[in-house]
């Protein structure tokens, strides 16, 4: 059965930094582009960024770029998002999703994992 | 940024009865436009994709249609457990990929 398992989150000041993985399971990791999306309380999803199968590009949201830098480590079918210089409206569930795909074309995100909460407070 | 502007915040619907949901895109997203059904304490979970396709195990009263700026998702039939947060989600323009604002689902 496919799974994203995502860890790493807690309660962290303003500024401070976490690194957030997902670890993934019972499908071809290095076939996927993977996604992570926020969501804060009581909001919709946020997309935050993407990083190709290979690793190779990364796009990102604009106010987290500079500080979200996304990897991944096919070998260990991990996906990980660094996360740095922490604000108060950082503060969600940050999920990691897999964009599915039927032969050549996308088809969404098809498989997420059950999220992870970052708190950003003092 | 493509906008994603759903209709109407909240719907209430008998149970039995069709529910209509709109999504609208600020610029054309072809037919890259999925639908996620949202429950509580839950993570998204993808209904619709490619406008029209439903996903792997979704029940046949959830259609989807629309093509360009304009997106449409139906229930034919509500159900008890389709009380849920509804999202549309345009993946034509990945920079970024946005979501619409959600309609709430309640059971009338």
């Known amino acids: 059965e496919e799974h994203l398992v995502e860890a790493g989150g807690g309660l962290v000041q303003p500024g401070g930094s976490l690194r957030l993985s997902c670890a993934a399971s019972?499908?071809?990791?290095?076939?996927?582009?993977m996604h992570w999306v926020r969501q804060a309380p009581g909001k919709g999803p946020e997309w935050v960024s993407v990083?190709?199968?290979?690793?190779?590009?990364?796009y990102y949201e604009d106010s987290v770029k500079g500080r979200f830098t996304v990897t991944r480590d096919n070998s260990r079918n991990s996906l990980f998002l660094q996360v740095s210089s922490l604000r108060a409206d950082d503060t969600a569930i940050y999920y990691c999703?897999?964009?599915?795909?039927?032969?050549?074309?996308?088809?969404?995100?098809?498989?997420w994992g059950q999220g992870t909460l970052i708190t950003v407070s003092s | 940024e493509i906008v994603m502007t759903q209709s109407p915040g909240t719907l209430s619907v008998s149970r039995g009865e069709r529910a209509t949901l709109s999504c609208r895109a600020s610029?054309?997203?072809?037919?890259?436009l999925a639908w996620y059904q949202q429950k509580p304490g839950q993570g998204p979970r993808l209904l619709i994709y490619?406008?029209?396709i439903r996903a792997t195990g979704v029940p046949a009263r959830f259609s989807g249609s629309g093509s360009g700026t304009d997106f449409t998702l139906t229930i034919s039939s509500l159900q008890s457990e389709d009380l849920a947060v509804y999202y549309c989600?345009?993946?034509?323009?990945?920079?970024?990929?946005?979501f619409g604002g959600g309609t709430k689902m309640e059971i009338k």
């Open positions: 989600q345009q993946y034509d323009d990945w920079t970024p990929i946005t």
């Open positions: 610029q054309s997203v072809s037919t890259n």
């Open positions: 490619g406008a029209s």
């Open positions: 019972g499908f071809m990791f290095n076939n996927y582009d």
């Open positions: 990083i190709s199968a290979n690793g190779g590009s990364a």
């Open positions: 999703a897999r964009h599915g795909k039927e032969g050549d074309n996308y088809i969404g995100f098809d498989l």
